[in-house]
């Protein structure tokens, strides 16, 4: 029932808004552009526009920003695997597909802010349109882990011009033998990202089931 006004990231150039790129004054290849920002309704709040961290902290700190929002709409083809309804958990939870989940989690660091909700608008068969907001707290371990990744890629490859080595999958899984030579035996609950690996993994071999199905197909027609 509180009444909010949605800023955008974007800073007026003669008369215009023209967005912009937030950018950490200690990491300057850390940076992003959240889509909304809904502050609470206060006369000191801006009209519609922040255009730098500093402003943010200053909402933040003064008690009218606590959130930031984003938002997909799975319109864009290139994103339709990830609207799969299998790679999302229910509404309310962090269960998201990872590329989604890595982004609210930098954008909570890049902000400061403590929440960011994510509004998947879910279109049915029928061209019906449900609205579903997910929510991803803060995670301090979570952020070093993306934060340290972030640092490495930067000094190995982006300082260096040095392309990253393509994984070697004979490598890989020798490792993996190495390290769990064998099953123990007892089951757990799998974890969020575990959950996810496992959705991308079922989606991996049904398209390869479908692919030697047409492979066969096709064969048959050439004979």
Not at 77 to 95: I, K, N, T
Not at 136 to 150: H, T
């Amino acid at each position: 029932g509180e009444r909010v006004r949605l800023l955008v990231t974007a800073r007026r150039v003669e008369g215009q808004l023209e967005p912009v790129t937030l950018i950490d004054p200690e990491r300057s290849w850390f940076c992003g552009t959240p889509d909304f920002l809904p502050a609470r309704e206060h006369e000191d709040s801006p009209v519609s526009f922040v255009p730098d961290l500093e402003d943010i902290w200053r909402l933040r700190d003064a008690g009218l920003l606590d959130r930031g929002l984003e938002v997909k709409t799975g319109e864009k083809v290139a994103e339709r695997h990830l609207m799969a309804d299998d790679l999302w958990g229910e509404p309310g939870s962090d269960q998201m597909p990872r590329r989604f989940l890595a982004q609210c989690v930098g954008y909570l660091a890049l902000t400061g802010l403590e929440r960011w909700d994510l509004v998947r608008l879910r279109l049915g068969g029928d061209d019906t349109r449900r609205i579903l907001v997910y929510t991803v707290r803060r995670d301090p371990e979570l952020e070093g882990l993306l934060l340290d990744a972030g640092a490495r890629f930067v000094r190995d490859h982006l300082l260096t011009g040095r392309a990253p080595k393509p994984t070697d999958l004979e490598t890989a899984e020798a490792e993996l033998e190495r390290i769990f030579p064998r099953d123990n035996g007892q089951l757990r609950q799998a974890t969020d990202v575990e959950t996810l690996l496992l959705a991308e993994y079922r989606d991996a071999v049904v398209t390869f089931e479908r692919a030697g199905v047409r492979r066969q197909l096709i064969e048959l027609l050439v004979k």
